[in-house]
């Protein structure tokens, strides 16, 4: 049965940092992109980030570029989303998925499976 489930969200500071992870359980997982996507109070889903299969090339929304770092390890099939000096405007469910292909991808419809999400809440 396929799982994703993240962990990691939390309350924190703004200027704070998290990491958040994903653990996967699909078969195929060290062949498949995996991002991260959010979804404040609201407000649509959005792209936050995604990595390929190797863990090598990484694309980032703008809003989170030079702040937030994507990685994964494949060994142990989770993905981590590390979030430095974070905003309010952050605050939001994050959700991990994995992907149909092995390239970075950053609309929804591209992922096959997903996790329930992981709270993050940012004070200022």
């Known amino acids: 049965q396929v799982q994703l489930v993240e962990s990691g969200g939390g309350l924190v500071q703004a200027g704070g940092s998290l990491r958040l992870s994903c653990a996967a359980s699909?078969?195929?997982?060290?062949?498949?992109?995996m991002g991260w996507f959010r979804q404040a109070p609201g407000e649509e889903r959005e792209f936050v980030a995604s990595?390929?299969?190797?863990?090598?090339?990484?694309t980032y929304a703008d809003s989170v570029k030079g702040r937030f770092t994507i990685s994964r390890d494949n060994a142990k099939n989770t993905g981590y989303l590390q979030m430095n000096s974070l905003k309010p405007e952050d605050a939001a469910v994050y959700y991990c998925?994995?992907?149909?292909?092995?390239?970075?991808?950053?609309?929804?419809?591209?992922?096959?499976?997903w996790g329930q999400g992981t709270k993050v809440t940012v004070s200022s």
């Open positions: 998925a994995v992907a149909r292909v092995g390239d970075p991808r950053i609309n929804e419809y591209e992922y096959d499976y």
């Open positions: 990595i390929d299969r190797y863990g090598g090339v990484a």
């Open positions: 699909v078969r195929s997982f060290s062949s498949r992109a």
